[in-house]
């Protein structure tokens, strides 16, 4: 997972003479805090055909990096023509915005580059010397190509539980609830089927105890006539007697549902505040959070301010 990651880079000086400076808004996120300073280069490939004639316009470190969203502009100086071949100054190439962390390059972002002149009778007609002034340059920045890569960050010996961003810990706490759910339909539907087997027995213990009275009445009958309507509340007795106790279990069972959904509630609605009181306290620290930017060389100036989106 990238602790860095660009959101958004606007062309700001599009199109332009050759010999103008390049101006890039970058607005970039960070999630956690940096050890070091971001280094930012912007080069420019001077010929196709090979490595030589590429110049590096402009690096620049910035830091330290704030936790939260920021932006800056980046200011380069134009390449030198005498450095390019003159049969290439007037063409298509590619320019090269990058940005390493402790030298490791992670993302890289390349923009095609049309230069042509100016006028249409040079364009018709080119000139034998390349006439830089009448040549202007169009960024196509609405199609970059955008390549990133796997580095390995501050937190790579520590351990990977204390480094989920917000959006990784609502995704965990949602499957939490979700196990919770299960574990509480499962216990739920374990109690109905504990509630239907006693039902089921007592019934049968009923049957055989009724089978019994039978025939110890059948029995007393032939000795000596006992009196029908004890018999008979004596029964009634009973039977209320099991009803009670089976409405006392079905209601303790209910009351330890509705007990442990309670408790599955509250534990949820628990890491959700502790999740948002995170969130909070690292908004806070990143509003009070400033950039130093420093130059790693070349003159042109870069002006870097902080947005909290």
């Given at each position: 997972?990238?602790?860095?990651?660009?959101?958004?880079?606007?062309?700001?000086?599009?199109?332009?003479?050759?010999?103008?400076?390049?101006e890039f808004e970058i607005t970039f996120e960070c999630l956690e805090?940096?050890?070091?300073?971001?280094?930012?280069?912007?080069?420019?490939?001077?010929?196709?055909?090979?490595?030589?004639?590429?110049?590096?316009l402009d690096s620049v470190l910035v830091g330290p990096v704030p936790?939260?969203?920021?932006?800056?502009?980046?200011?380069?100086?134009?390449?030198?023509?005498?450095?390019?071949?003159?049969?290439?100054?007037?063409?298509?190439?590619?320019?090269?915005?990058?940005?390493?962390?402790?030298?490791?390059?992670?993302?890289?972002?390349?923009?095609?580059?049309?230069?042509?002149?100016?006028?249409?009778?040079?364009?018709?007609?080119?000139?034998?010397?390349?006439?830089?002034?009448?040549?202007?340059?169009?960024?196509?920045?609405?199609?970059?190509?955008?390549?990133?890569?796997?580095?390995?960050?501050?937190?790579?010996?520590?351990?990977?539980?204390?480094?989920?961003?917000?959006?990784?810990l609502e995704e965990d706490l949602e499957e939490e609830d979700d196990?919770?759910?299960?574990?509480?339909?499962?216990?739920?539907?374990?109690?109905?089927?504990?509630?239907?087997?006693?039902?089921?027995?007592?019934?049968?213990?009923?049957?055989?105890?009724?089978?019994?009275?039978?025939?110890?009445?059948?029995?007393?009958?032939?000795?000596?006539?006992?009196?029908?309507?004890?018999?008979?509340?004596?029964?009634?007795?009973?039977?209320?007697?099991?009803?009670?106790?089976?409405?006392?279990?079905?209601?303790?069972?209910?009351?330890?549902?509705?007990?442990?959904?309670?408790?599955?509630?509250?534990?949820?609605?628990?890491?959700?505040?502790?999740?948002?009181?995170?969130?909070?306290?690292?908004?806070?620290?990143?509003?009070?959070?400033?950039?130093?930017?420093?130059?790693?060389?070349?003159?042109?100036?870069?002006?870097?301010?902080?947005?909290?989106?």
């Open positions: 997972m990238s602790i860095v990651s660009v959101l958004g880079i606007n062309v700001l000086n599009n199109p332009a003479k050759f010999m103008d400076p390049y805090p940096l050890k070091e300073d971001l280094e930012w280069k912007l080069t420019y490939v001077g010929s196709s055909r090979s490595l030589d004639h590429d110049q590096e936790v939260g969203v920021n932006k800056f502009i980046l200011t380069a100086d134009a390449p030198s023509p005498e450095l390019i071949p003159a049969n290439e100054l007037v063409s298509v190439t590619v320019i090269l915005l990058t940005c390493s962390y402790k030298q490791r390059e992670f993302v890289r972002v390349g923009y095609y580059v049309n230069n042509e002149y100016d006028q249409e009778e040079l364009r018709q007609n080119p000139p034998a010397k390349v006439q830089v002034d009448h040549i202007v340059r169009n960024i196509l920045a609405e199609k970059p190509r955008v390549t990133r890569f796997n580095i390995v960050w501050d937190n790579e010996d520590e351990n990977p539980d204390d480094f989920y961003p917000p959006e990784q196990d919770d759910d299960d574990e509480s339909q499962y216990g739920a539907s374990e109690e109905e089927k504990e509630d239907a087997d006693d039902d089921e027995n007592e019934g049968e213990g009923g049957d055989e105890d009724e089978g019994e009275d039978e025939g110890e009445d059948d029995t007393e009958a032939e000795e000596v006539a006992p009196d029908e309507e004890e018999v008979k509340e004596e029964e009634e007795e009973e039977e209320e007697k099991k009803r009670r106790m089976n409405q006392n279990q079905k209601q303790t069972s209910r009351m330890l549902k509705e007990g442990s959904s309670t408790m599955l509630h509250r534990q949820t609605m628990m890491k959700k505040m502790v999740t948002m009181m995170k969130k909070t306290v690292t908004m806070i620290a990143a509003e009070k959070a400033t950039i130093t930017p420093r130059r790693s060389r070349n003159d042109p100036a870069l002006h870097l301010y902080r947005h909290i989106l």
